[in-house]
C-alpha cells in the first residue's frame, strides 16, 4: 500500500495487538491536578456502568471554517493561557476557545470562538431549526418514495431529497450555520500543510509541509518567524516540547529530527523507520518522544541521547498513520490503516536492555502492552488524527474521524461508541479537542472542506 502526504488528499491519497484488550480501569489524566480537573478514581470508586456511558449529546455549533482544500489537521490553543479564556468575564467577545486549523491549500487559519458565540448555540431558536429537519424524517417526496438520508449535524435523520442547498457547508443546512471569518491566515508554505500545533504558551504555532519543512508563526500577528529545513522529503508532524524550546518533526525521508525553535537548527536527526514517519509527539516531561510509521512501528525515544527506548507494534504490523501521548504521558494512542486505534501502556522503566530488544514486540517486558483497541471507525486509506477528551471525568473519551465522513466518540474504558457526530460529506481527518471544554473540533477532506465544532449544547 502506497502512502502520500495529508496535505496531498486533494490529488492522491495521503496520507498491535499481540496482548488482548484488557477490561482494567485505564487512566489518562495526569497524576497531579491540573486546571481544577479531579484525580483519577481507582478500580473500587469507579463509576457505574450507567453513569460511565452518560451519553455526551454531543451537537454542532451554529458555525464553521472553511478552507479551498482539504482540511488536514486542527489544534486548539492550550487554555491555560490568556489566548482562551475559559469562564472569563460576561462579555459576549471575551474569547473563550482559539482553534487552528491547516490545509491542503497551503494556509493555516486561526479561529476564535467567543461567549457570544457559544451562547447562540444554546438560543432555542437554533435548537428549534435543528428539530424542524429531523422533523421532516417521516415525510415523502410527493410520490409516496421513502425520503432520501441526509445529515443535519449530529444526528443521523432522513428528509426530503436533498437539493444542492441542502448539502452545501459540510452537510449542516445553511439556515441554521454560519461561516466564521478567521483572526488571522498564515501564508507562506508553498505546497499543501499536513500538521499545525500549538506552543504549550500559545505564543507560537508550528506548521509540517509538503514543501519539505516546517515553520514557527507569531500566533497574535501572524508573521512567520523561522523556517526549518533540512528534511529530503514531505514533513507530515510536528509538535513542541513542554518548554516550547525544542520541536520535533516527522517526515517522509523516515527520519524524526528536533530542532531548536530561537534558531531553526536542527540540533538532532534520528534514523527512525524504514518507511515514511506519519507522526511524533512529545511526553508530559519532554524527556521522550515517540514516533509512528508505515513501517508499522511505533518507537519512544530518549530526547537527550536519541536512544530508541522502547519499539511496539500491532500483530500484522498494519501502517501507523498517527501517534499521540495521553495527558499523563503513560499511554500512547496510535492509529492503524486496519481501522483500529490501540492505546499503548509505554510507562515501564527504560534501561538498555529494553534498547537492545527493539524490533521485538514490547508485550513481554514491562510498559509494553496494548491496552485497548478501539476498531468501529473506518480507516484503511488515509492517516488520521485522534484525540483524548478528558474533562469530565465520568465520561473520559477517545474521539477520531473516519473515512465514512463521522466524528467518533470511545468510552476510553469499555471502548463503546459512546455517540458518532455527523454532519461532514466527506472523510474526516482531523480531529481536535479543547483542554478544558467538552468541545471537540474536526475538519473534512476534499469534498468537504470545513471546520466545524461541537459541543454538549
Known sequence: MNITSAAALDDSAATTQHASNTTASTSIITNNEQSGRKRPRSASTSPSPATALMPPSYKPLPFYGDHKRAVSSLSFAPSSTSRSNVGGGDSSSSVIATCASASADGTAKIWELTKGMMDQAKDPIYERLLEREASRAGATDGEGNAPASV?????????PRASPAN????????SSSRP???KITLVGHFRGINEVTWSPNAAYLATASDDKTCRLWDATTGDALVEFRGHTNFVFSCKFNPRSNLLVSGSFDETVKLWDVRCGECVSTLPAHSDPVTGVDFNRDGTCVVSGSHDGLVRVWDTATGECLKTVYAEGNPPVG???YSPNGK???AGTLDGKLRLWDVAGKFGRGAAERIG????????GKCSKTYADHENARFCAFAAFTSVNPLRQSVVTG??????YLYDLQSRIVRQTLEGHTDAVLAVDCHDQLELIGSGGMTNDKTVRFWAPI
Do not use: A, H, Y
Open 180 to 182: 466564521l471569518q478567521p
Open 360 to 367: 521485538v514486540t514490547g508485550n513481554n517486558r514491562p510498559g
Open 402 to 407: 473516519s473515512e465514512d465522513g463521522k466524528v
Open 331 to 333: 499511554f500512547v494512542l
Open 322 to 324: 498517527g501517534v499521540r
Open 167 to 174: 448539502t452545501s457547508g459540510g452537510g449542516i443546512l445553511s
Open 151 to 159: 445529515d443535519v449535524g449530529g444526528v443521523s435523520t432522513t428528509s
